[in-house]
């Protein structure tokens, strides 16, 4: 039986682990719900366990574009170890779920404290970089059929099941696209046997051969996280 939990948590020693947990408390992630507000500092820091959140950039009237991807691979506020800093985007729940969340200060407090718990959220931060410095560059030189296979393997590894619901529109939005782009990319995809698509229902039904469609980033995003991750588990 699959027991959900924060892969990031995991990595800490149980004693830990615990330590930190007794100053968090369980919250629900509603869909579409807003975590963090562009310009202004966290509140709160978010563990998924169920569910991700998708970091979204507002740029003049264009748009939100996605920037990030946030499951329970990761954290929402590891940039809460640099101190208080307004963060550059919002982050909204994308699918459903639950989290452990704590207050802003008293993780920093907890930060001081655990020198494992320090150096895990230091991990975390640099591997979010280096992954949006690689989706910066996957934007601009990578075409959108490979761009939307390496997202819909990123949605299916965060959701933990093949089928989810996403409209066409929102594909586009968060890969920052036009609408016939993406209808293009999915109908090929769909056509191949790839993946089922109707009515905003999504089912991957090779993951392997959506996989081989994926642009580099895909792989090179794991790998990071993999390299960075690796020496603290």
């Not at 003049?60 to 985007?89: F, K, N, Q």
């Not at 994308?94 to 989290?99: E, H, N, V």
């Not at 910066?136 to 030189?141: D, E, H, L, M, V």
Request: net charge neutral; with cysteine.
């Amino acid at each position: 039986m699959h027991h959900p939990e924060n892969a990031l948590l995991h990595k800490l020693p149980p004693a830990v682990r615990q330590r930190l947990l007794d100053h968090c408390e369980p919250f629900e992630l509603v869909l579409s719900a807003e975590l963090s507000v562009r310009g202004k500092p966290l509140q709160h820091a978010h563990f998924p366990i169920e569910g991700f959140l998708s970091l979204v950039i507002d740029v003049d009237s264009h748009p939100p574009l996605e920037v990030g991807m946030v499951g329970a691979e990761a954290m929402l506020g590891s940039e809460l170890i640099l101190g208080l800093a307004a963060t550059p985007w919002r982050a909204l729940v994308q699918g459903a779920g639950s989290s452990w969340r704590i207050g802003a200060q008293q993780l920093r407090t907890q930060i001081d404290a655990i020198p494992e718990l320090e150096a895990l959220l230091q991990a975390c931060l640099l591997a979010r970089l280096h992954q949006q410095t690689l989706a910066a560059a996957c934007q601009r030189y990578h075409q959108i059929a490979p761009r939307l296979a390496r997202w819909l393997l990123m949605m299916q590894d965060r959701s933990h099941s093949a089928s989810f619901h996403v409209t066409q529109e929102f594909m586009a939005l968060m890969l920052g696209v036009r609408r016939v782009g993406v209808t293009e990319a999915a109908s090929h995809f769909q056509d191949s046997g790839l993946i089922v698509y109707h009515r905003g229902e999504l089912t991957v039904l090779d993951r392997k051969a959506l996989e081989a469609e994926a642009c580099s980033c895909y792989a090179a995003d794991k790998q990071i996280y993999q390299r960075l991750m690796k020496a603290k588990a």
